[in-house]
């Protein structure tokens, strides 16, 4: 099992006509946790939902996709909201409008008190607006002796462009976490002077993560274990609608791979993944993103859709 941890969100998509908007389910915890459990992989979301239309309408987008709500908390203020904006190749940029709304407001009261034999993934915004953020951290850093945990750097600059101050909660975070995901484009925004790969190395060298995988886009995946050389896969070839969630399907495909393997347990376990696991899990994951950017949105792909891809059905 996958807890997840995190935002959900709506974002506001453009429509065909000026002036026009479509709202979609979106959060990068919430399209993970989607991700997971179409998947295969049970992943019930720790989150704050409001109770305002936006609201109710996240909570029947992630029971209708299987995801458990269970540790969900209702939360009394309104719901996030994200303005999805696109380049001529696809690529998404937000606008956040997230003052005083639910996804942040964490208390230590709200956060389960056991999360032993599952692993747990947080990351995107939770990670970086306080006061939950902060929060978050010094609960799973609690738990980590016997928890997975599992850390997407997401980079929004537009929510914290102090890039130093950026840097210091990743490295934060990366005290915490056992495994890091991040994109290229997250790399070089923090740090600019070095190759991506590389600033993931060095992430991983320093805080002793036991995998880093770094997403490269249209040039596939990159995948890191201690002292072993790069592991790569490349992205299928798709036709590409948007890069909407993109990355969050790639985490979970990542976390469910090494789930349906055994490998998330607990840190012991994860200490057993080799170079030729990992190379499948990159290259499973890899094929999942790439099936994400063929659908407007958040919507990632079920196992058996990933599968099919793989073998060129």
Same mark, same amino acid.
């Given at each position: 099992m996958v807890i997840v941890c995190g935002e959900a969100l709506v974002d506001m998509i453009p429509g065909e006509r000026p002036g026009d908007w479509r709202a979609l389910p979106g959060g990068g915890a919430a399209n993970a946790a989607v991700a997971l459990n179409r998947l295969g992989t049970a992943a019930p979301l720790l989150c704050r939902l409001s109770g305002d239309h936006f609201g109710r309408m996240l909570r029947a987008h992630l029971a209708g996709n299987g995801v458990?709500?269970?540790?969900?908390?209702?939360?009394?203020?309104?719901?996030?909201?994200?303005?999805? #904006?696109?380049?001529? !190749?696809? &690529?998404?940029?937000?606008?956040?409008?997230?003052?005083?709304?639910?996804?942040?407001?964490? #208390?230590?009261?709200?956060?389960?008190?056991?999360?032993?034999?599952?692993?747990?993934?947080?990351?995107?915004? !939770?990670?970086?607006?306080?006061?939950?953020?902060?929060?978050?951290? &010094?609960?799973?850093?609690?738990?980590?002796?016997?928890?997975?945990? #599992?850390?997407d750097v997401n980079v929004r600059p537009s929510v914290l462009p102090d890039r130093e101050a950026y840097r210091a909660s990743a490295r934060a975070w990366c005290d915490v976490a056992h495994i890091l995901k991040a994109s290229a484009d997250d790399l070089a925004w923090l740090y600019p002077d070095r190759d991506p790969v590389q600033a993931a190395r060095a992430l991983q060298e320093e805080h002793g993560l036991a995998l880093a995988v770094v997403t490269l886009g249209a040039e596939g995946a990159v995948a890191l274990l201690p002292g072993e050389p790069p592991l790569r896969a490349g992205a299928p070839a798709v036709q590409v609608v948007d890069t909407v969630g993109a990355g969050d399907a790639f985490i979970g495909a990542v976390l469910a791979d090494l789930d349906a393997k055994g490998l998330l347990a607990g840190p012991a376990a994860l200490a057993g993944l080799d170079a030729a696991t990992a190379a499948d899990t990159l290259e499973f994951a890899a094929a999942a993103a790439a099936l994400a950017c063929t659908r407007a949105g958040a919507a990632p792909p079920t196992r058996e859709e990933v599968e099919r891809l793989r073998k060129g059905d």
């Open positions: 458990d709500l269970g540790l969900a908390v209702d939360a009394a203020e309104p719901t996030t909201l994200a303005f999805v #904006s696109f380049d001529d !190749a696809g &690529s998404a940029e937000y606008a956040f409008y997230l003052e005083g709304t639910a996804d942040w407001q964490w #208390s230590p009261e709200e956060l389960p008190g056991d999360t032993a034999g599952a692993c747990v993934h947080a990351g995107t915004l !939770a990670a970086v607006l306080d006061p939950g953020a902060a929060v978050l951290r &010094s609960w799973l850093q609690a738990r980590r002796a016997e928890t997975v945990v #599992s850390y």
